[in-house]
């Protein structure tokens, strides 16, 4: 009961914010692979959450949480 099976076409998605910028971050629950996406990533530490960071390539932002 309550139990829903995932079909073939069915996908996760990863849940996305959007900021104040209007710019779409991904909330990750491990950011280490992300990481290694573009060579311009930076991890930052900021109020508490770790962010990836890009200041070239703005797509690659991420959050985790």
């Known amino acids: 009961?309550?139990?829903?099976?995932?079909?073939?076409?069915?996908?996760r998605v990863?849940?996305?914010l959007k900021t104040c910028s209007?710019?779409?971050?991904?909330?990750?629950?491990?950011?280490?692979s992300l990481r290694?996406?573009?060579r311009d990533n930076?991890?930052?530490r900021?109020?508490?959450?770790?962010y990836i960071i890009n200041k070239t390539q703005k797509r690659f932002k991420a959050r985790q949480g």
């Open 1 to 11: 009961m309550g139990h829903r099976r995932r079909t073939k076409t069915s996908r």
């Open 14 to 16: 990863a849940p996305c």
């Open 22 to 32: 209007g710019t779409i971050m991904k909330v990750r629950n491990s950011l280490k």
């Open 36 to 38: 290694g996406r573009h």
């Open 42 to 44: 930076q991890i930052v």
């Open 46 to 50: 900021r109020k508490g959450r770790v």
